[in-house]
Every structure is written in structure tokens, then in C-alpha cells.
């Protein structure tokens, strides 16, 4: 198949073209550059535009016959989204109704949205399945419940059939080592942690230890990123075969604590570092874990890298690796 990557330059995104050319599809990717890297993209086409640019949109997809378009081209920082909301609802909500709009005019019928665990806000049990009520505490979470809430109108008006993908907590590098997280600023925890072990970072810190967890310490549910990309090309063979528009969790079904993935960075690195601890943040649950059996068994797809070391060692690998290539030269 031929299938346009919005955002196929950030981080999820670029591992998703890789595992994309490997399984032999034509691959064309749009990004504005704006948080992705165009060395990350390592195959296929490459436009450079903004999906605020409904121009720009329909010159792509007018340009050539696609048979489904992916979607991560979204801003995902909480507390950003708190402090700037028109940010977050122009890009995550109206710039994806720009690329659906273009998908509609250019019968393009299948969409793959990358979507979060934040549109159901503070959990009320766990693990979470998608009959949770949707309930997101702030603005990113709403900004992605509102693109949810528009798929449906759109199967109906155009025969858009879409697969909104509920992200837990997507972590880890390419196994390979030619991909892994480069955000900036890094917010994610493995990487953060890794810092610290580096050297790079002069300690990590811990926002509460007194959650009801056995450690005391939140506990998440960490999905490797391969994973997320292996379910993204589960979710367009369930279109292909006439699936409809339908909401599915990824994740592993199992958490981890905050001390946990330290003590895995500590075992997989074999460094100590300083670790700090604060008090909570606000809004922070004590636990989120994914309910992942609808995935499981629709599309017949299930996490491989369940142990949080195998996580660790492959982010470890990219962040040596990114590291060798940033020191300056002796």
C-alpha cells in the first residue's frame, strides 16, 4: 500500500516508516519539521509542510493515489497544553480536520490516529478498558477527545473508516539502534532517568512517594515503541477488511512504578546516580494501566517487550549512541 506518515519525522512517527518500508509499503511522509528531525526519516518520500496549510494538504494527497493516511502529527506536552490551549486545539483538533477534509475530497477512506490515554483524565479503576468514560483534565487529553468525536460524522457523511489508537506510555528506542526519542525539552521518564545515569543530568527526581502503590511511587503502563508501531499496521489490515470506526487501548496491561524503572536503569546501565524526591504534581494519578484484550483479540495483536529492562536497554543503546555522535571532538 501506498500510506501517507503526518509527522512521520517525530519520534513514534519515523519508527513507524521504518517498520513501514521493512513490510514493503511505498511510504510518503509530511512534516513541518517543527519538533521531528529529517534525518530520522530513513526511506520513502518526504514533503515538508503543515497540516495548517490546507493547501499544502491537498497538493499531497491529490498528488498521488494513498490508501490510508497515519496521523502523529500532534503536540503532546501536558503542561503545555495548560499554559497555551489555542496551541494544542489548532494543531491536534483543527489541523487534523484540514487533513480530513483532504482525505474526504481525495477519497482517501482509512485513517490511523494516533490518540491517548489522557482522553479519559483520572482513571476511576484499572486497568482501564475503552468503556472508561472520557473524562481528559486538560487540554491535550480534550484536544484528542475532540478528534475522536469527529470520526464518526466523518465515516458517516464520507466513508471515512478510522482507528483511533489509545497510547498508554509509549518508551524505548529502535532495537537497531538508527531511531529513539529525541524530544526537546525531554519530558518522558525512561529518558529523563537515563540522564541522570549518563551524566548528563545531575540527578533525577521523584514527584511523590506516597501514592497507595506498593512502593509508593506512580505506576504506568510502558509500551515499547515498536509495539505501538506493529499494532498501527494491525489497525490497517482491520480496514482493509472492512473494520469500522473504532477506539482501541495500547498497552501492556502491566505497570511499572517510578522506583521500578530507576532500579531497571541502575541494573541495565550499572550507575548510580542522585535521586531526588518532590512532592506530587497535580493531576498526577497513582496508577494508569492499560486494559489492552480488545486489541488482543480484534486485531490479533499483543506486546512483545513486556520486561521493563529490555525497554530501558534499547533507549539506553540510543542515548550512548547519541551521545558519541554530540561530543566534540578530542
Given at each position: 500500500m501506498?500510506?501517507?506518515?503526518?509527522?512521520?519525522?517525530?519520534y513514534i512517527g519515523s519508527h513507524m516508516v521504518k517498520l513501514l518500508l521493512a513490510r514493503g509499503h511505498d511510504?510518503?511522509?509530511?512534516?513541518?519539521?517543527?519538533?521531528?528531525?529529517?534525518?530520522?526519516?530513513?526511506?520513502?518520500t518526504f514533503e515538508c509542510g503543515d497540516l495548517?496549510?490546507?493547501?499544502?494538504?491537498?497538493?499531497?494527497?491529490?498528488?498521488?493515489?494513498?490508501?490510508?493516511?497515519?496521523?502523529?502529527?500532534?503536540?503532546?506536552?501536558?503542561e503545555e497544553s495548560v499554559a497555551q490551549p489555542g496551541k494544542y486545539?489548532?494543531?491536534?483538533?483543527?489541523?487534523?480536520?484540514?487533513?480530513?477534509?483532504?482525505?474526504?475530497?481525495?477519497?482517501?477512506?482509512?485513517f490511523i490516529f494516533s490518540s491517548t490515554a489522557a482522553v479519559y483524565g483520572e482513571p476511576r479503576y484499572v486497568p482501564v478498558d475503552e468503556k472508561h468514560p472520557r473524562e481528559p483534565i486538560n487540554p491535550y487529553g480534550l484536544s484528542k477527545r475532540m478528534v475522536e468525536d469527529a470520526l464518526p460524522d466523518y465515516a458517516s457523511a464520507y466513508g471515512l473508516q478510522s482507528v483511533p489508537l489509545r497510547y498508554f506510555n509509549a518508551a524505548g528506542a529502535d532495537p537497531d539502534g538508527e531511531l529513539g526519542p529525541r524530544h526537546n525539552p525531554l519530558t518522558h521518564l525512561i529518558?529523563?532517568?537515563l540522564r541522570a545515569a549518563a551524566g548528563v543530568n545531575p540527578n533525577v527526581k521523584v514527584f511523590g512517594r506516597d501514592y497507595p502503590t506498593p512502593d509508593g511511587t506512580?505506576?504506568?503502563?510502558?509500551?515499547?515503541?515498536?509495539?505501538?508501531?506493529?499494532a498501527h499496521l494491525?489497525?490497517?489490515?482491520?480496514?482493509?477488511?472492512?473494520?469500522?470506526?473504532?477506539?482501541?487501548?495500547?498497552?501492556?496491561?502491566?505497570?511499572?512504578?517510578?522506583?521500578q524503572v530507576i532500579d531497571s536503569v541502575k541494573r541495565v546501565t550499572g550507575r548510580d546516580f542522585e535521586v531526588i524526591t518532590e512532592g506530587r504534581r497535580a493531576g498526577d494519578p497513582s496508577e494508569l494501566i492499560a486494559d489492552p484484550s480488545l486489541a488482543n483479540s480484534v486485531f490479533g495483536w499483543k506486546a512483545r517487550y513486556v520486561n521493563i529492562d529490555d525497554i530501558?536497554?534499547?533507549?539506553?543503546?540510543?542515548?550512548?549512541?547519541?551521545?558519541?555522535e554530540t561530543a566534540p571532538a578530542k
Open positions: 501506498h500510506i501517507l506518515v503526518c509527522g512521520g519525522a517525530g511510504v510518503t511522509v509530511f512534516d513541518n519539521l517543527s519538533t521531528g528531525h529529517r534525518s530520522a526519516v530513513l526511506g520513502g495548517g496549510d490546507p493547501a499544502a494538504i491537498d497538493r499531497v494527497l491529490g498528488g498521488a493515489k494513498f490508501d490510508a493516511v497515519m496521523h502523529f502529527a500532534a503536540f503532546i506536552r501536558v486545539f489548532r494543531n491536534n483538533f483543527s489541523n487534523a480536520i484540514n487533513l480530513l477534509d483532504a482525505m474526504a475530497k481525495h477519497s482517501v477512506r482509512r529518558p529523563l532517568v506512580a505506576v504506568r503502563d510502558y509500551i515499547h515503541v515498536v509495539d505501538l508501531c506493529e494491525a489497525a490497517i489490515d482491520y480496514l482493509v477488511k472492512g473494520g469500522q470506526t473504532r477506539a482501541f487501548n495500547l498497552g501492556v496491561g502491566r505497570g511499572f512504578s517510578v522506583q530501558v536497554a534499547h533507549n539506553w543503546a540510543w542515548q550512548l549512541k547519541t551521545m558519541a
